[in-house]
């Protein structure tokens, strides 16, 4: 299936694990026929300079040469795949801009980078580029988990799943409160319940429902978990992740969704240690 990405910007801050993502960003590019490109920001209060990317004039000035991270990281591509040249970017300072300029007005962009406390959240609430984040704990996927509502987008969401990730198992979870839209709900969007409405209404609106998600799972031949948690929505969906130990988290941005804005995927990427793969549905 065709799928929304054309570009692949892997981003890079640190030498740490720099070899893992460009090769999983090479990987991506080749398997799906995307361009590949390289942004590395060095952002001098967070990261070490490695030594190999210091100017000639280290002992004077202690300067960041960029032209030697880029020859860098070229060498690395080409051993790596020699085959092509690909675009290779290099600057000081101010990750989140740099990426907001880079990606402007392009919907079609996939971000692979390594998860940093305090620059992925940034770029999670500011851009609407899809992320693929590493947290370094998993080469590959056997099982991954998908949020959904019962709506279209779910559905795209699950094929865009399949196609990116078809050896992987996939599982869904729904929490019944995700579509409680048409109620009266409180304020504190994170504590949705049910107000104004009286018990059976609501018992037959979960009935439903849950129909309507086991007809998705057949549809799409996956498992899936009908959650109807007590806590907050979030904290649900966390702790039902890590006592399944899923390696990939995958979500979709919906603005007009209250559970799928970007907020709750910075809170979810916080406190899980799977890798994550987030997108928007166009």
């Given at each position: ?10 981003l890079?801050?640190?030498k ?6 460009l090769k999983?960003?090479l990987s991506?590019?080749?398997?799906h ?10 952002e001098?209060?967070l990261?070490?300079i ?11 000035n202690d ?12 060498k ?6 020699n085959?092509?040249?690909h675009n290779v ?7 989140v801009?740099?990426?907001l300029?880079?990606?402007k007005d392009?919907?079609?962009i996939l971000?692979i980078s390594n998860y940093?406390?305090d620059i992925?959240?940034?770029?999670i ?5 899809a992320?693929?984040i590493d947290k370094?704990?998993k ?6 988990v ?6 279209d987008?779910?559905k795209?969401s699950i094929?865009?799943a399949?196609?990116?990730?078809p050896?992987s ?5 729904y929490?019944y ?6 109620l009266?709900?409180?304020e504190?969007y994170l ?5 104004g ?6 018992e ?19 498992d899936?978990?009908f959650?109807?948690?007590e ?13 399944n ?5 995958i ?5 007009n969704e209250?559970?799928f ?7 979810l ?12 549905i166009?």
């Amino acid at each position: 299936m065709p799928h929304q990405f054309k570009r692949v910007v892997v981003l890079l801050n640190q030498k740490e694990q720099m070899d893992k993502i460009l090769k999983k960003g090479l990987s991506f590019s080749q398997q799906h026929n995307t361009s590949l490109e390289v942004l590395y920001v060095h952002e001098e209060s967070l990261f070490d300079i490695p030594d190999y990317f210091l100017s000639d004039d280290k002992i004077e000035n202690d300067k960041v040469n960029t032209q030697k991270i880029k020859e860098e990281i070229q060498k690395r591509l080409k051993e790596l795949d020699n085959t092509k040249e690909h675009n290779v970017l290099a600057y000081i300072d101010d990750t989140v801009d740099r990426v907001l300029t880079y990606t402007k007005d392009d919907n079609h962009i996939l971000i692979i980078s390594n998860y940093h406390k305090d620059i992925t959240p940034k770029l999670i609430m500011k851009s609407s580029c899809a992320y693929w984040i590493d947290k370094g704990y998993k080469e590959d996927y056997k099982n991954i988990v998908l949020p959904i509502e019962l709506k279209d987008e779910s559905k795209k969401s699950i094929a865009i799943a399949k196609h990116i990730f078809p050896k992987s198992k996939l599982n869904l979870v729904y929490d019944y409160r995700f579509l409680l839209d048409t109620l009266e709900v409180q304020e504190d969007y994170l504590a949705i319940v049910p107000t104004g409405i009286d018990y059976e209404s609501y018992e037959e609106i979960k009935k439903t429902n849950k129909k309507n998600f086991e007809e998705l799972l057949k549809e799409f031949n996956i498992d899936g978990y009908f959650m109807e948690g007590e806590g907050l929505l979030h904290e649900d969906l966390i702790q039902y992740i890590e006592q399944n130990n899923f390696d990939l988290t995958i979500f979709y941005h919906n603005i007009n969704e209250i559970f799928f804005s970007p907020i709750i995927s910075v809170k979810l990427l916080e406190a899980l240690e799977t890798d994550f793969f987030i997108h928007t549905i166009h």
